[in-house]
């Protein structure tokens, strides 16, 4: 028992633990707005007693007698009801400053957490992220993170319910103390009952519901993310069926632990009359307290009263519902903490550009143990040059650029770029000073200025046009409705397989690359489109080091360097 307490309340305190004050400033606010409340809902017994008996009577009355002996009673009557009435005011502005300190923790947290959840995925290295669903990142970075945003809420308020209870259950001590230890010894034992089934179901659901939202996300994800293949192949009803498949059961999860939820809420009348009904009997048959005298008493546990069951069942569906989101919680600090391998970003010297050629020299890889895909590659691209790589499909063509943008780390030997290891440079200078064109480009759904600046977000407006027509992409971008404004739709669906591959090509150019890279840029195009983007290539060949990975004899027939894989690698 004491262990997963302890393990509680250190994932709290390092939840809180970014935005340390604002969590003791709530932690303060809540406190003395229950402390508040419990003093309002006090008054309400000397009110009644100065009503029937003329005087307040009780520990009140003791210590307030010396001063309003000589009152008479409507002054005594009309101070109290001020002094309630300014209490639950004062309450009530609290009240409602906590809600929105709370809701200002939580989104705070959640804007946080979903920062160094999208940088942990971006920052990753390639090979740790490559083989997650983007349906699961997507759910962990925007749903889950949702999620454990309410967690964090709930806690909050289940720590004002549990003050709150505190203090009302001190008031009540202060009123009668027997009948109040009465009380809470039923339902202390009622609370334990259901404690035990509450917890088992919503931790069980809740590790449930998260794998059944991750299911749902991805299955939405994949289909709308390759549209075009879905629509090609006629697929709209599959994913819709298996869509459908994964709500539903999402669906009867949540309608089961919403159901659950309200039980402690539906049977806080029945634990009310409970209370109300031992409070009578226990002051007429063992205290032989008069029913006149019982009548002010019976009020104040009324009120009280229902404040501390409705306490009670809010804290117990709350219970249910943190340990029922507590995995989303769990699952973003795992994310935020796990240990993962990380691009270095900041170590390495600064590259100075490339001023020499770059060498392969006995690499060896293998994505796999046992599986290798080089295994003693040397291969040298000269400086200023343009060398073409060429062999089958699998051979590794794709590999080879990976290893040189160090997506990848090569099992042995070694990549030198300007007679120094690859690896000794700063990896953020490196890639700055190289631009890649791939067989499918990703263009974003933004404007094609937008989409070209993208390569260098520095780069002004006439730096933008001169790539583009370097790119021979200015002309058609003029013939746009909206020119370089023109919004190209998501992946660029908007525009042909070869426009979309000379824009590519301007967004390579605007970082004015040392080495520009071309992985099979023209595989997918027609011939127009192919002489477009061959002629393109030929004019920045002229002062570029350029690396072509082709399977057409077209592309590479004004190659300096030809480097066949299927023998090198062999």
């Not at 029937?52 to 010396?66: A, F, R, T």
């Not at 946080?112 to 699961?136: C, N, P």
């Not at 770029?417 to 700063?426: C, K, Q």
């Not at 067989?439 to 200025?449: G, K, L, R, T």
């Amino acid at each position: 028992m004491l262990i997963p307490m302890l393990a509680k309340i250190s994932l709290i305190r390092q939840v809180a633990k970014p935005f340390k004050k604002t969590a003791l400033l709530l932690l303060g606010i809540l406190l003395f707005s229950s402390f508040i409340e419990s003093i309002g809902l006090y008054l309400i017994l000397p009110i009644l007693k100065v009503i029937i008996d003329g005087e307040i009577g009780g520990y009140l009355g003791e210590i307030l007698n010396p001063f309003i002996a000589d009152m008479p009673k409507t002054t005594v009557l009309t101070v109290l009801l001020s002094a309630f009435l300014l209490l639950i005011f004062f309450k009530g502005c609290l009240g409602l400053f906590r809600i929105y300190m709370t809701k200002r923790f939580a989104w705070r947290l959640r804007l946080l957490w979903m920062d160094r959840i999208f940088a942990r995925y971006l920052q990753s290295h390639y090979a740790v992220t490559q083989d997650e669903k983007l349906g699961t990142m997507l759910n962990n970075l925007v749903v889950e993170t949702q999620r454990a945003s309410i967690c964090v809420q709930q806690i909050v308020e289940i720590l004002s319910r549990a003050a709150l209870f505190i203090f009302l259950l001190i008031t009540l001590c202060f009123i009668q103390l027997h009948a109040t230890l009465t009380l809470v010894a039923i339902m202390l034992v009622l609370t334990i009952l259901l404690r035990q089934g509450a917890k088992r179901f919503a931790k069980a659901t809740g590790t449930q519901r998260l794998q059944l939202s991750q299911q749902l996300t991805a299955a939405a994800a994949e289909p709308l993310g390759a549209l075009h293949e879905v629509k090609k192949f006629g697929l709209e009803e599959h994913f819709r069926n298996l869509l459908t498949r994964h709500s539903t059961k999402l669906c009867q999860v949540q309608i089961k632990v919403n159901t659950i939820q309200a039980i402690p809420r539906q049977f806080g009348e029945f634990l009310l009359a409970l209370m109300l009904v031992t409070t009578v009997l226990f002051g007429q048959f063992v205290l032989a307290i008069d029913l006149k005298t019982l009548l002010p008493l019976f009020a104040v546990f009324l009120v009280v009263g229902q404040r501390m069951i409705a306490s009670t069942s809010t804290i117990a569906e709350l219970y249910m519902q943190i340990h029922n989101l507590s995995p989303a919680l769990l699952l973003t600090q795992d994310i935020i903490n796990s240990r993962v391998k990380l691009d270095d970003y900041t170590s390495g010297e600064p590259f100075p550009g490339l001023q020499s050629d770059i060498r392969f020299e006995n690499v060896a890889f293998a994505y796999a143990k046992n599986k290798p895909v080089f295994h003693n590659l040397s291969l040298t691209i000269p400086y200023g040059k343009m060398t073409a790589i060429v062999g089958a499909s699998g051979i590794g063509k794709s590999t080879l650029l990976n290893l040189l943008l160090r997506l990848f780390e090569q099992d042995d030997g070694c990549i030198l770029v300007n007679n120094r290891p690859l690896s000794g440079w700063n990896l953020t200078d490196w890639r700055g000073h190289v631009g890649v064109v791939s067989q499918e480009p990703v263009i974003f759904n933004a404007s094609i200025y937008e989409n070209i600046a993208l390569g260098n977000p520095q780069a002004n407006e006439e730096m933008v046009y001169a790539a583009a027509k370097a790119a021979y992409a200015d002309e058609f971008i003029k013939q746009q409705a909206e020119g370089y404004d023109t919004i190209v739709g998501e992946r660029g669906l908007k525009l042909s397989g070869g426009q979309r591959q000379r824009i590519a090509i301007a967004r390579a150019l605007v970082r004015d690359p040392d080495l520009l890279i071309f992985d099979e840029a023209t595989s997918a195009l027609d011939n127009e489109s192919e002489r477009l983007v061959q002629a393109a290539i030929q004019e920045i060949s002229k002062n570029k080091t350029m690396l072509i990975i082709a399977h057409r004899l077209s592309t590479i027939e004004q190659a300096d360097n030809i480097y066949d894989l299927n023998k090198i690698t062999t």
